[in-house]
Structure formats: C-alpha cells, structure tokens
Nanobody, 125 residues
Framework: QVQLVESGGGLVQAGGSLRLSCAAS????????MGWFRQAPGKEREFVAA????????YYRDSVKGRFTISRDNMKNTVYLQMNSLKPEDTAVYYC??????????????????WGQGTLVTVSS
C-alpha cells in the first residue's frame, strides 16, 4: 500500500506561485493515477487536477486551467502541483490522493485508495 506525504504549502501573496510535492512510499506508486484536491474552510473538498500513471494525460478543474500544472516523476515516486497566478480563492488545504480508473473517475473522489495528510496554502490579497 502506498503512503503519501504532501509538502510545499505556505503563505503567498496573490499573483505568486507555489509548488506542492506529494512523495509516495512503497513500490506500487506506478500502479496509480494521482490527483490533487483541496478543501477551503467551511467548504467541501473539491477536485483540482489529476494525472495518469504514465504522466501522459492530465485533467483540471476549469478554475485552475492555465494556472496550475500537475506532473509526476515516477523515478522519484513524486507528484507535483505547480501553482501560478494564485488567487485568494485558492486558499485551502491541498491533498494528494492515489486511485485507479480514468482521470474523470479520479476527479469524482470515488475509488481513491489512499490520501495524504494535506498541506495548507494561504493566498493573501
């Protein structure tokens, strides 16, 4: 079973950038598609971005398209989320998760095998 640990969160001004990392332990990382999700205070958790096992396919929620980029390095067992042009509404705890199925299935948060503990991103105006 893979275990996930996120890092890279912090406080940034609007318009700034952050890169989140999600390091996976275990030898089954390449069995899973990966996703990033977020939960803002008082709101439900929502999908942000997903990437296929090979890294060749990606999928984003509309509000982050053109600003966020998901990538993975299977040699390092790590998935990344590069976040540019950050907005105050991007403030949330960001979680990575591993799952199976299509990227649109990953986006529904169904059939996700494991979650990380989350990392807080705060964007000030």
């Amino acid at each position: 079973q893979v275990q996930l640990v996120e890092s890279g969160g912090g406080l940034v001004q609007a318009g700034g950038s952050l890169r989140l990392s999600c390091a996976a332990s275990g030898r089954t990382f390449t069995n899973y598609a990966m996703g990033w999700f977020r939960q803002a205070p008082g709101k439900e958790r929502e999908f942000v971005a997903a990437i296929s096992v090979s890294g060749g396919n990606t999928y984003y929620r509309d509000s982050v398209k053109g600003r966020f980029t998901i990538s993975r390095d299977n040699m390092k067992n790590t998935v990344y989320l590069q976040m540019n042009s950050l907005k105050p509404e991007d403030t949330a705890v960001y979680y990575c998760a591993a799952g199976v199925g299509s990227l649109t299935t990953i986006a529904t948060m169904r059939y996700l095998a494991v979650w990380g503990q989350g990392t807080l991103v705060t964007v000030s105006s």
